[in-house]
Every structure is written in structure tokens, then in C-alpha cells.
């Protein structure tokens, strides 16, 4: 089995998909939110690999109104052997009924390989191209693994919560009518939020130009940890930072560890404490270097 690591930022993941339709005998996708976009943007490779008898089945999630009905009834009236269902979990069957359907993975095969794509994106134009995302890539020859995956999205698929929206119309016209409610008022809190947004970017881009100037808060600490604290070996062409630290609660019952059961519960070794210090000025040291 070969695995690979799939990212939007090289666009491999976006890559990967579109190959897969080009070898694949069967496509299914499970995805909790899916975008008309996502489709657009592989909508050459989708009917091309329909036209030579290509098998797509594919089930979104619309209880959180984030699935774009253009796209169920594109993946469910696309001509070739493409069928979409809805899942949706009526709050009327009470507990012990799964929560939310939320997953995101993508399973590509014919008669003797398998390509296997789970993680982050969602099938939105933002999940394949435009957010920051990370997936695994999981392929070989077919075997009981792949086995597990097709048999966990056949429970999916024929569970109670999932519907075909070509025989339940109604479903779909009455999602419709909520998703463009949906829309309407996201777009109302959004402009409320953008002002507190507004805020959280000003003050992490001063926090980010600051990081660039040569004298900022971590060059200062850095510079006064050096010069308080080491020394260079020329010897071995080193800088070496000397830590010392006294003995904590010494003669107490919790000697060598820092913990006040007055203040918190929280307690640590302090050689747990030095070497998380050094760890931390390894790192700033690293990213002040670079």
C-alpha cells in the first residue's frame, strides 16, 4: 500500500481526484458538505469518466444547510450511472441515534487497484483548491482494508438517515427554502462579525510585521537569554546557554517538582519544566536563525 500526503497548497489533492476519474470504474463520495463549485471545477473529468460507464455515488450531509441543492440535483440527474442521496437525522428519534454526519473521504477503484482519499476537505471549491487543508492518499491492490471503507460508506448509504432526492422531491424543494433562509441570515451575522474581524486581523498583522523587524519582542529575549546565560566553545564551534535553576520546595513534600496544591492541581517535575525550556528555546532560536 502506498500512502501519500495530499495538500491544496501544491494542489495535489485537487490532482490526485481528477486522476483517479481518469483509471476508476467506481467513485464514491462521502462528504458532509459538498459545493456546485467543487463540481465545475471537475465537471470535465466527471462526464468524461460517466461517458465511458463510470459509477458515482455520492452523500452529503444538509441538517447545517451548507450543501448547495444545485449540486445534489447535478450529481443526481447528470446523465450516467450517478446517484446522490441527503442525510438528515429527524431530532425525533430521540438517543442512541448517531450524531451529525460529518465525514469527509473519497474511495476511487476498478477491478484491481483502489485509491483511498481521507482528511480535511470537503467536497467544496474551498476543500479542493482554496482552504488549507491535509489529506492522506491510501492505494494499492484491492484487499480487505479497502474492503472496511467500501462497507463503512454502503452502511452510510443505505442507512435509515440517508434519501434519494430523485424519489423524495419534496425533501429536497423544502431544504431549499431553508438553505436560502439559511443564506440570508449567515450573510446578516456575517457583516455583525466583520468588524470584530476586523480587529483580530489588525492586531495579528502588527503582530506579524513585527515578527519582521530585525529588533522584536523574541529577537530581545533571545538576545538577553544569550547574553545572561552562555558561552561559545570555539573548541567545538558551539553556542552553549547554560540554565540553572534552584531546588524547588526543597526539604517539602513535593521537592524537585513546581506545584502549589493552594494556586492549582497543575505539578511538574522541574526536569519535565528544563526540558520543555529547552525545547521551546531550541525553537525560538530556529525561527530567529531563519
Known amino acids: 500500500m502506498q500512502v501519500t500526503l495530499l495538500k491544496n497548497s501544491d494542489v495535489s489533492f485537487y490532482k490526485a481526484i481528477k486522476e483517479a476519474l481518469g ?43 451548507i450543501t448547495e441543492k444545485r449540486l445534489i440535483e447535478e450529481l443526481a440527474t447528470t446523465p450516467g450511472d450517478s446517484e446522490c442521496k441527503v442525510f438528515i437525522k429527524p431530532e425525533a428519534l430521540g438517543r442512541g441515534v448517531p450524531s451529525h454526519y460529518h465525514p469527509k473521504f473519497y474511495l ?3 477491478t484491481r487497484s483502489y485509491r483511498v482519499i481521507i482528511g480535511s476537505s470537503n467536497f467544496t471549491l474551498g476543500g479542493l483548491k482554496n482552504n488549507i487543508e491535509c489529506n492522506l492518499s491510501l492505494s494499492g491492490k484491492l484487499d480487505a482494508r479497502f474492503e472496511e471503507f467500501v462497507k463503512f460508506f454502503d452502511d452510510l448509504w ?11 422531491s419534496q425533501l429536497l424543494d423544502a431544504y431549499e427554502k431553508v438553505f436560502l433562509t439559511s443564506v440570508r441570515q449567515n450573510a446578516v451575522k456575517s457583516k455583525k462579525l466583520q468588524k ?34 552562555s558561552k561559545i566553545d570555539f573548541k567545538r564551534k ?21 506545584y502549589n496544591p493552594d494556586i492549582s492541581d497543575y505539578k511538574i517535575s522541574q526536569f519535565d519544566a528544563h526540558r520543555k525550556d529547552v525545547q521551546r528555546i531550541s525553537e525560538n532560536l530556529t525561527t530567529f536563525f531563519k
Open 23 to 65: 483509471w476508476a470504474e467506481s467513485v464514491y463520495i462521502g462528504s458532509a458538505y459538498g459545493s456546485y463549485g467543487a463540481f465545475e471545477l471537475l465537471r470535465n473529468s466527471f462526464e468524461i469518466f460517466l461517458r465511458r460507464n463510470g459509477r458515482v455515488r455520492a452523500l452529503f450531509d444538509i441538517e447545517e444547510f
Open 108 to 110: 476511487f477503484h476498478d
Open 158 to 168: 443505505t442507512a435509515d438517515f440517508s434519501f434519494n432526492v430523485l424519489n423524495h
Open 196 to 229: 470584530l474581524r476586523k480587529e483580530i486581523e489588525d492586531k495579528a498583522f502588527n503582530i506579524i510585521q513585527a515578527k519582521k523587524d530585525v529588533f522584536n519582542p523574541e529577537f530581545a529575549y533571545l538576545l538577553g537569554l544569550i547574553i545572561a546565560n
Open 238 to 258: 558551539k553556542l552553549v546557554i547554560e540554565l540553572q535553576r534552584g531546588l524547588a520546595n526543597r526539604g517539602a513534600k513535593f521537592e524537585g517538582y513546581y
